[in-house]
């Protein structure tokens, strides 16, 4: 018997298994052993036999997942029926508090609104103008009387020719002295025509603005054509040393021009006054006098050129409510406003020849008007002057 213990080998796929017995012949046969149990005696003899390495998959063909850790219960947490109410209470609280600040809210926007409301209608009151001018207006016939020495009535209708032979030019005057001498002069033509021409921007948008003053001689007219936001034509006709002021509406509007075929509204003088503020036959809605011109004292008198011509020039900002106290009336009739415009600044650039006549004005005019809100205006206007010649009337009727 040997007792000779043979290591057991590995070849490739193949598992040595190890098979004891005392000696070769006794060993048992193929499949008759017992892995794993080894006889006490170590005289057994070790026997190595081969056994094929069974082969299995470890997750039967499904691809590897990881675990993942359950998810906690979710939390349940309890309150009290005393907390409970309490927390109803709170909620009611913060309702009521809520629907008292909305109460507030809605009272207090209704008295605001009802405020602003009264404010700007107040605003765009006629009330805002003097009722009376006569405080705001220079009498031109002592004004005169001062300048010439003379209290004549035919030197002051040929005061430009009297002052030239004493040397003097609109330089020795002031701005509210040449404005008079040039209206006087005015009232002593046979005719005028006065072209305006303009616009008016309000909120982003410009609204032209034509306009014609003229007077025949027997007839005067003024008429005006407005296009942009609102379009709408009026000429208003006077006769000379009549009593009653015909409104005839304009149709097929242009810039400058409209066929006066539209309605006809006749007014006595008074009634069209109040309507216009002044009648037709005025050359200048302002009041423009000492008493309205601001700082004149500042005011330089310059000798210049305009179109080529020698000319005088001035410069005046009006104190705007009391100068607008007739024409703020013509605003709301000429452009179909529904209130009355509140006049901001005035400035008027005035030109005028060596014999006191009116060349051009250059005007410059910021008011206030009312479109359901309060809005800014900004006018600028640019007014020519013809005088003693032809004229060509705007209504042929």
């Given amino acids: 018997m040997s007792n000779k213990l043979d290591k057991p080998q590995t070849l490739g796929d193949n598992v040595v298994a190890i098979d004891i017995h005392k000696n070769e012949s006794e060993a048992p046969a193929p499949g008759s052993f017992a892995v794993g149990q080894i006889e006490d005696d170590f005289s057994a003899t070790l026997t190595p036999v081969t056994v094929a390495k069974e082969q299995k998959s470890l997750f039967k063909h499904k691809p590897y997942r990881k675990l993942k850790r359950a998810a906690s219960p979710p939390k349940v947490s309890y309150i009290s029926a005393k907390k409970l109410q309490a927390k109803k209470a709170s909620w009611k609280k913060r309702m009521f508090k809520i629907a008292v600040v909305l109460v507030l809210g809605v009272v207090s926007g209704s008295i605001l609104g009802g405020w602003y409301k009264n404010y700007t209608d107040s605003m765009f009151s006629s009330d805002v103008y003097p009722a009376d001018v006569t405080p705001y207006l220079d009498d031109t016939n002592a004004m005169m009387t001062h300048i010439l020495g003379s209290d004549n009535d035919a030197d002051k209708q040929n005061f430009d020719n009297i002052l030239k032979d004493r040397g003097k030019s609109p330089l020795d005057y ?23 021409k303009g616009g008016v921007t309000t909120m982003g948008i410009t609204q032209s603005v034509y306009s014609i003053r003229a007077y025949d001689g027997n007839t005067y007219q003024l008429s005006s054509q407005s296009k942009g936001m609102l379009t709408l034509a009026i000429c208003a006709v006077y006769n000379k040393n009549g009593n009653n002021v015909k409104l005839i509406q304009g149709n097929n509007i242009t810039d400058t021009t409209a066929d006066w075929t539209g309605a006809v509204t006749n007014y006595t003088a008074d009634e069209f006054k109040q309507e216009n503020g002044s009648l037709p036959n005025v050359l200048s809605p302002y009041i423009v006098s000492s008493k309205t011109i601001k700082n004149e004292n500042d005011i330089k008198i310059e000798q210049t050129l305009l179109n080529e011509s020698n000319v005088y020039s001035f410069e005046m900002e009006l104190d705007a409510i009391p100068a607008a106290a007739y024409y703020y009336k013509q605003v709301k009739l000429t452009s179909g406003l529904a209130d009355y415009p509140i006049f901001n600044k005035i400035k008027i650039k005035v030109f005028i020849d060596e014999n006191w006549n009116f060349v051009q004005t250059q005007i410059e005019e910021s008011y206030t008007v009312k479109y359901g809100i309060a809005a800014a205006c900004l006018g600028t206007l ?13 209504y042929k009727g």
């Fill in 382 to 394: 640019t007014i020519d002057y013809t005088f003693n010649e032809q004229v060509d009337l705007p």
């Fill in 174 to 196: 002031s701005a509210s002295e040449n404005y008079a001498l040039a209206t006087y002069k005015a009232s002593l033509a046979n005719s005028f025509y006065l072209e305006s």
